[in-house]
């Protein structure tokens, strides 16, 4: 309390060195606006497979209030005492069962997604510095945010890596990109991209990969849209999720040239006892299964990168399901990872965000 007031007293004496040389210049150079930067965003990931990073994680993740809208005071006894003390060993063989040499699916096909927008600007010749960032986990964007500023850039564009808007996704990293700004004193100009499920260079992207998995193996009976999914007073309450999800599907229909019976739109990742968004991805397999359908195709299009969600529950999981409910072809359609068409739609999307910033002509 006394150190508190003795700085508020005598400041002098307890300010760090002055973040310039001379802050009083009266003849100051004019600075060189320095490269654009990008944050791309995504949810995150454990570090490894060990239950100990698993928890780490899901205790980042699961204490979000947008992700669950508890009361804090039911809910935090809940995750601490039961879910972070069992979930994490249960989930440990199917991160395992996923895991790549680099790591996690989504922190390696995120990476090459930062890689390849880079390169694509660069080849374009923007001058643009492109950095991945995680929600929950590392890099974090605190940590993204730092290494753009350090290359220079004094304007970033935030890219939340998910298409469809939603509180728990899009709304989140704009808080965590808003409560570092917070801390800074000299904070970088900032742009944010709300949703992208409607974009051409997304749908194409999307578009292009389906057809060219079925020109090399057929089309099947079913097509299967999985969305992640979300409770149902999220969107009683206002939450755009559901809206876009379906505008997602229909668009992608259309460019697939599809009839409403020939796809099916879902919803997956349930948690909890609440009513989630419906119909829920595993019963309609099975449904469909029943009613005579052997062959589908799954895509998960607000997944553009593959995870545990997508490799673990749809690929194996509702495989299983499918098949032992009377289906004889399952098949997964790998998200637009680090597919060239989704490079492209996504540095379309990002350049198009960056007018103003950088001249036309470059």
């Not at 290494?147 to 728990?168: K, N």
């Not at 997944?303 to 690929?315: M, P």
């Not at 004889?328 to 068409?341: G, K, S, T």
Request: aromatic share 10%; glycine share 6%; proline share 8%.
């Amino acid at each position: 309390m006394f150190l508190r007031l003795f700085k508020y007293l005598w400041p002098e004496r307890y300010l760090p060195e002055p973040a310039v040389a001379d802050p009083f210049d009266e003849n100051p150079a004019i600075r060189a606006p320095g490269p654009v930067g990008v944050l791309l965003v995504n949810l995150g990931t454990p570090s490894t497979t060990t239950p100990r990073d698993i928890r780490k994680y899901l205790a980042a993740f699961l204490s979000d209030p947008r992700v669950i809208e508890i009361p804090r005071y039911l809910w935090l006894p809940i995750l601490h005492g039961l879910v972070l003390a069992r979930r994490p060993r249960r989930l440990q063989p199917r991160y395992e069962s996923i895991w790549m040499e680099g790591g996690s699916p989504l922190l390696v096909y995120s990476q090459r997604q930062a890689e390849g927008v880079a390169q694509a600007l660069q080849a374009r010749g923007k001058d643009v510095r492109v950095q991945l960032a995680m929600r929950y986990g590392e890099p974090s964007i605190a940590q993204g945010i730092a290494a753009l500023r350090e290359q220079g850039c004094d304007r970033i564009l935030t890219v939340p890596l998910y298409p469809q808007f939603a509180a728990s996704t899009t709304a989140t990293v704009f808080d965590a990109v808003a409560s570092h700004l917070a801390k800074l004193r000299d904070q970088p100009e900032m742009r944010f991209i709300k949703r992208f499920h409607l974009h051409p260079g997304y749908l194409d992207a999307l578009a292009q990969k389906i057809s060219t998995y079925w020109d090399r193996n057929g089309r099947p009976q079913k097509l299967v849209m999985s969305f992640h999914g979300l409770p149902r007073y999220s969107v009683e309450l206002g939450d755009p999720y559901y809206r876009d999800c379906l505008q997602t599907a229909s668009a992608l229909r259309d460019r697939l040239d599809l009839t409403a019976e020939q796809i099916e739109v879902t919803f997956q990742s349930r948690f909890g006892a609440a009513r989630w968004l419906e119909p829920y991805t595993e019963p309609t397999l099975k449904t469909l299964a029943a009613q005579g359908v052997t062959e589908v195709d799954v895509v998960c299009p607000g997944f553009v990168a593959d995870c545990l969600e997508t490799l673990e529950e749809i690929s194996q999981e509702c495989r299983d399901a499918f098949l032992q409910a009377g289906g004889r072809q399952f098949r997964y359609i790998p998200a637009l990872n680090d597919h060239p068409a989704w490079i492209g739609g996504l540095t379309d999307l990002v350049d198009n965000h960056l007018q103003g910033w950088i001249p036309a002509d470059r």
